[in-house]
């Protein structure tokens, strides 16, 4: 089954953040196939390289970065819920003349038509949110 | 590119929180992909398609007239729940006439909102293949 998945809640804020990671990852162990996934709403935070949680807690961001690169995982951040949340790469910092640039390894930014061609390439598309 | 049935269904207030304001733009998105589009309003999702929406007062833009812009889209069918609009003591006159032009229909303008009952709405959702709640 080829799957994408759509992440609409932040990490720590809201669980489906951490369900979408733990489906995401049991699909793949199962032999599924994940065509994207794609971040929207607060879920654009999870792609933030710049979060640090407590040392004993849980490392969301990484998480998905580590699956991304173990599995050439194809994750999605919409660019204009990542703007108006405050999420930049390098080449639209510098477009924006700010100084700093935030995301984690792994993720690329860009339009919701990566979305709607997920719902048409896939078998599946599973929205996690509230 | 192949063409799917999309539904996109609204759940909340337009208000409050993002997610219609955000949902409305993934709707617009979708237009651009020609695949068949519907969009259903359940629960507090009825309150997006209100008359006389002012928002002013909480700071957020009010979107509601971008709804009437669907049908430039082929974005026609409107699927509202009847009991949600009950429920909340609102009826189809309480919503914005939101239309289309049929260009098999000589472009006559037709209703995008369709009033439907829950056995209804779940009978229309097992007809998608695509999806998308907010």
């Known amino acids: ?37 794609f971040f929207y709403h607060d879920g654009v935070n999870n792609g933030t390289r710049l979060s640090v949680p407590p040392a004993d807690d849980r ?4 998480s998905w970065s580590e699956l991304a690169e173990k599995h050439g995982l194809d994750l999605v ?4 819920a990542a703007q108006r949340r405050g999420l930049m790469d390098a080449d639209e910092a510098k477009r924006q003349g700010l100084d700093a ?21 896939s078998d599946r598309l599973v929205v996690f949110g509230d | 590119m192949s063409t799917k049935n999309f539904l996109f269904v609204n759940r909340k207030t337009p ?11 993934v709707v617009l998105i979708s237009a651009a992909f020609e695949q068949n589009v519907s969009l259903a309003f359940i629960d507090d ?19 509601s007239p971008t709804f009437r812009a669907l049908g ?14 009950a429920e909340r003591g ?20 037709k209703p995008s909102i369709i009033l439907v009952n829950r056995e209804e709405m779940a009978a229309m959702m097992a007809e998608q293949e695509v999806i998308l709640s907010f």
């Open chain 2, 15 to 25: 208000y409050g929180t993002v997610y219609a304001l955000e949902a409305l733009e």
């Open chain 1, 59 to 62: 490392l969301i961001q990484k």
């Open chain 1, 101 to 121: 640039n935030n995301i984690a390894p792994g993720f690329r930014i860009s339009g919701l038509g990566q979305l709607v061609e997920g719902g048409i390439q």
């Open chain 1, 1 to 37: 089954m080829k799957y994408t998945i759509l992440v609409n809640e932040g990490p720590y804020q809201h669980q489906s953040a951490d369900t979408a990671l733990q489906f995401t990852r049991a699909a793949l162990e199962k032999g599924h196939e994940i065509f994207r996934v």
């Open chain 2, 90 to 109: 609102l009826t189809v006159d309480d919503l914005m006439e939101l239309t289309y032009e049929d260009a098999d229909d000589d472009y006559a303008e």
């Open chain 2, 45 to 63: 999702g009825v309150y997006q398609i209100t008359k006389g929406q002012n928002s002013k007062e909480t700071g957020m833009k009010n979107f």
């Open chain 1, 77 to 80: 951040i919409c660019i204009a």
């Open chain 2, 72 to 85: 430039d889209y082929d974005i026609t069918k409107l699927y509202v729940s009847t009991e949600s609009l």
